[in-house]
């Protein structure tokens, strides 16, 4: 038996040619360019809600905190939106980079009281394409989504 040659000259049907190989390449580039785009301001959108809910969390243990424990509790804001801190204990909680926080109060922290009550005012994440407030009522210290 002869043996057959693993490709012939000339023969079109042999393979890929560079052309062809070439548009899958710049085909592929591009589908990997739109994925990837869109799993980045996923990713970014999660960190955003991930940091609203920790934040909410943080309020309202702060509020508990102060009638449990019977003394004033708070959080402040760090230098440049980048984080808070919590007062008395001085925990300090970061923020994703693209994500800073402002506090909207007539006072530097937002303090929670023993009977029950708060400062007051509106903690604001802004960044990752979407702004969140959140508001303390300085009666009831209760927070929840600002208008």
Do not use: C, W
């Not at 008395?88 to 926080?101: F, H, K, N, Y």
């Not at 530097?108 to 009281?113: P, S």
């Amino acid at each position: 038996m002869g043996r057959r040659p693993i490709s012939r000259a000339g023969n079109r049907e042999a393979g890929y040619t560079l052309l062809e190989l070439l548009v899958v390449v710049a085909l592929s580039a591009l589908m990997i360019t739109v994925v990837g785009g869109g799993i980045a301001g996923a990713l970014s959108e999660n960190d955003a809600k991930k940091a609203e809910a920790r934040l909410l969390d943080d309020l309202r243990a702060l509020r508990l905190a102060a009638k449990h424990r019977g003394e004033v509790v708070g959080l402040r804001p760090l230098a440049g939106g980048t984080g808070y801190e919590l007062l008395p204990q001085g925990e300090v909680r970061s923020l994703p980079a693209d994500i800073t926080l402002r506090l909207e109060a007539p006072q530097t922290a937002l303090l929670f009281y023993p009977n029950g009550g708060a400062d007051g005012g509106i903690v604001t994440l802004e960044g990752a394409g979407r702004d969140v407030r959140l508001q303390v009522d300085p009666f009831t210290a209760e927070t929840g989504a600002a208008p």
